[in-house]
């Protein structure tokens, strides 16, 4: 399962989260405590696996977050792999050119899956970017308005009180 914080609101902007990952029979197989990761396991039984996300570094806050989950079937059971040796000399035997498009399609699969969890971690980066740079945008929005605000008041303020410099008084006024 690879994960990552995409953006952030409330009062605590801290990107942190946990992800704590439970076999069936309630044993903590993984945790994360980061902005993104990946958690990485062996199922070793059968059953629902339960994710626990952690929001406790920020409370007051919201946040999304980009899941992608997949599975990678690891064969390397010995009992397997022995039958497997059987059934490629069988293969051989009967007919050695579907053994040889049979390891090229796993092959490929293999390939293929690990081309998708690439892509899955680009497009994960490029979202994640992507509210950042809508985030700072916003905020950079704001402090331009405050601030061309505040030049123009204080540009107001300034020309009164040169105005007031030059201001002639009438003869009334005047002492002798």
């Known amino acids: ?7 952030v609101t409330g009062i605590g902007n801290a990107r942190h989260l946990t992800v704590t990952v439970n076999a069936p029979g309630g044993l903590l197989v993984s945790t ?4 993104k990761g990946q958690v990485n ?3 070793s039984e059968t059953g629902f696996y339960q994710m626990c996300f952690s929001n406790f570094h920020n409370r007051f806050s919201t946040m999304q977050i980009f899941l992608s989950f997949g599975v990678y079937y690891d064969d390397q059971d010995p009992s ?3 039958k497997e040796k059987k059934k490629e000399e069988l293969d051989k035997d009967l ?6 498009i049979e390891g090229s399609t796993n092959r490929v699969k293999n390939f293929v899956f690990h081309m998708f969890r690439y892509y899955a ?5 490029k979202s994640s970017d992507y509210y950042i ?3 700072n945008s916003k905020y950079m929005t704001w402090w331009s308005v405050a601030l061309s605000l505040l030049i123009v008041t204080s540009g107001y303020l300034q020309l009164r009180f040169l105005k007031s410099l ?3 008084r009438s003869e009334d006024t005047k002492p002798c």
């Open 80 to 82: 397997k792999a022995e």
């Open 166 to 168: 030059f201001v002639s």
């Open 32 to 35: 994360v405590d980061d902005a």
């Open 121 to 125: 971690f680009g497009r994960m980066k």
């Open 95 to 100: 007919n050695n050119t579907l053994s040889i």
């Open 133 to 135: 740079l809508r985030s």
């Open 1 to 7: 399962m690879v994960m990552q914080v995409q953006w």
């Open 41 to 43: 396991f062996k199922a």
